[in-house]
């Protein structure tokens, strides 16, 4: 039940990014759906990966490289989902941003699991 409130929550993240910043486009709820679950999976199993081989860059930049690693990897995703897009990096970069700060904030607003 969490899994699908935490999924509902991210789509909706993903429809405010799409709606506020201009660089991200969505083409319908069903699409930024599917957008959503595949940036899930990916964040869950790539970027970890990412992470541990960008050691190095990462303690040298004080973490801020974690930014570059998010922008990518929402870019990638835009890559391979229809009707998801994102311009460039840049604009991967504000929205990967943007969505982390909403899903954080709308995320707050489940209960805790106790």
């Known amino acids: 039940m969490r899994f699908a409130l935490v999924w509902i929550l991210n789509t909706i993240a993903l429809l405010v990014v799409g709606y506020v910043y201009s660089g991200v ?17 990916v964040n869950a199993l790539i970027k970890p990966i990412l992470v541990l081989l960008t050691l190095p860059v ?33 604009a991967a970069f504000f929205g990967a941003l943007l969505y982390s700060i909403f899903s954080w904030f709308l995320s707050k607003m489940l209960p805790d699991r106790r």
């Open 25 to 41: 486009q969505l083409q319908d709820w069903l699409s930024a759906a599917i957008a959503a679950i595949v940036l899930g999976l």
């Open 58 to 90: 990462t303690l040298l930049t004080l973490g801020l490289f974690l930014l570059v690693i998010n922008a990518l990897l929402f870019w990638g995703v835009s890559e391979v989902v229809a009707g998801f897009h994102v311009d460039s990096f840049w």
